[in-house]
């Protein structure tokens, strides 16, 4: 009897709590993460243009589009799709392009500090006479001072990916050698930095093994058409 009484008791604060309206707490993550750092412009990357245009994949082609730096850094994937950039392996790639930026990973060219009208100029700088050693490096000297690399040229920047070969040839990526191997001289390309799509063979991984048992049966018919008109 004890037992009963006491849920006949608590029955009236169950009810009560099953149709007390509940405090439902949502976080929009996305609103509290922080907004996106806009890096800083590079000697080789001034503005928007030329980002797109190192990138490639036809980017460049939305420049109007972007009516600052800070704006284009500032963009989201759904912003990017609002403004027409398609297909979405497009919005992928340049957000991924953002990110590599932002963090300091660029391509050919990313880490010079003299470019005039979009050209980097680079010289073969030899050790000073009192330098026991005779290896040559590549430097990057403004246009207007040529003569640096013989006159100071431990002080200035050394691109990577560039180097001596021979006497005063340079190699690295899209290095143009001048008249006279006198040096080389870098443009601004498009797709310099490019990471190029990768090709489906067969359909590609999900479809590959379908698409050869097509082909493998393709050919047993070709063949059995071919015995079948060879025996007539």
């Known amino acids: 009897m004890k037992t009963q009484h006491l849920w006949s008791a608590a029955r009236p604060l169950a009810s009560l709590a099953t149709t ?17 750092s806009i890096p800083a412009t590079r000697p080789f990357v001034p503005d928007v243009t030329t980002f797109l ?3 490639g994949r036809g980017l460049s082609k939305h420049a109007s589009k972007f009516p600052s730096w800070d704006a284009l850094f500032s963009l989201t994937s759904p912003e990017l799709k609002e403004l027409g950039i398609e297909p979405p392996r497009n919005r992928k790639y340049l957000l991924q392009w953002m990110d590599r930026y932002r963090r300091g990973v660029v391509g050919p060219g990313g880490d010079f500090q003299f470019v005039q009208d979009g050209e980097a100029l680079l010289k073969v ?7 026991m050693s005779d290896a040559k490096w590549v430097v990057n000297v403004p246009k ?4 640096a690399a013989e006159a100071s040229p431990t002080t200035l920047p050394r691109p990577n990916g560039y180097t001596v070969r021979g006497l005063r040839s340079i190699a690295g990526p899209f290095a143009q050698v001048l008249p006279g191997r006198d040096g080389a001289i870098v443009k601004v390309t498009e797709g310099m930095w490019e990471q190029k799509q990768g090709r489906k063979i067969d359909g590609g991984e999900r479809r590959r093994a379908e698409v050869q048992f097509r082909k ?3 050919e047993r018919k070709a063949r059995r058409d071919a015995e079948s008109l060879a025996r007539l």
């Open 53 to 55: 245009t190192l990138i």
């Open 144 to 147: 207007e001072n040529e003569a």
């Open 216 to 218: 493998r049966a393709a």
């Open 20 to 36: 007390a309206p509940r405090s439902i707490q949502i976080r929009c993550l996305h609103k509290t993460r922080p907004a996106p």
């Open 125 to 131: 700088a030899t050790p000073p006479a009192s330098d």
